[in-house]
Structures are given as C-alpha cells and as structure tokens.
C-alpha cells in the first residue's frame, strides 16, 4: 500500500511562493512519475504539472509554467513543488499522486494515476 502525504500549503498574498511537498511510503516515487494536481471550489481537478521517476523530465500546464518548478529528493522519496508568483486563480486543494505505470514517461491524464495524497490548502489573497 502506497501512502502519499502532502504538506507545505496555506495562505499566502498574490506574488508570493510557497513549496509544496509529496513524501512517499517505500521507494515508489523512484519507480514512477509523480503527478501534481489541484482543484477549485466548484471546478474539476486539472493537471497542473508531472516529473518522471528519474527527474530528468517535466512537464506543465500551460497556466503555470514558468512560475512552478517540480523537482525530486531520492533520499527522502520526496517530490517538491515550487511556487512562484502566485496568483489568485491559483487558489486551489493541491494533490499529488504516483502515476500507475513503470517508467520513464510524462503523463497528464487523471487516470494515469493510481495513488493519491489527501491534498494541502493554497489559498492566494489579491
């Protein structure tokens, strides 16, 4: 069983940065990609940005890239979210989870990913 447990949210004012952090149960994260997710009250969960399990790639969506970095600590099954210049419509219940399958790939898509943590508050004041 794969535990994933976020942390790091909480209330910050727009242009500010806050680091979101996933830590894993076992070593599951070195084995898969990691997939950062968030929802807004009355929205559905969107993608919001991936890395592989050996961190050599990433991807974003179009909304944050730029301003939001992901990277991994091996040593602490520990993948990071780094969030820079924060926006209002950031504003959002921020999930991390462990992509289904072995390997080397970018995946985007919520079924791509079977194990989810239980999701930290951003809340971004204007």
């Known amino acids: 069983q794969v535990q994933l447990v976020e942390s790091g949210g909480g209330l910050v004012q727009a242009g500010g940065s806050l680091r979101l952090s996933c830590e894993a149960s076992?070593?599951?994260?070195?084995?898969?990609?990691t997939g950062w997710f968030r929802q807004a009250p009355g929205k559905e969960r969107e993608f919001v940005g991936c890395?592989?399990?050996?961190?050599?790639?990433?991807s974003y969506a179009d909304s944050v890239k730029g301003r939001f970095t992901i990277s991994k600590n091996y040593a602490k099954n520990t993948v990071y979210l780094q969030m820079n210049s924060l926006k209002p419509e950031d504003t959002a219940v921020y999930y991390c989870?462990?992509?289904?399958?072995?390997?080397?790939?970018?995946?985007?898509?919520?079924?791509?990913?079977?194990?989810w943590g239980q999701g930290t508050q951003v809340t971004v004041s204007s």
């Open positions: 890395i592989t399990w050996n961190g050599d790639n990433t």
């Open positions: 989870a462990k992509s289904r399958l072995y390997g080397d790939q970018i995946y985007q898509a919520i079924g791509d990913f079977d194990y």
């Open positions: 076992g070593r599951m994260l070195n084995m898969h990609s």
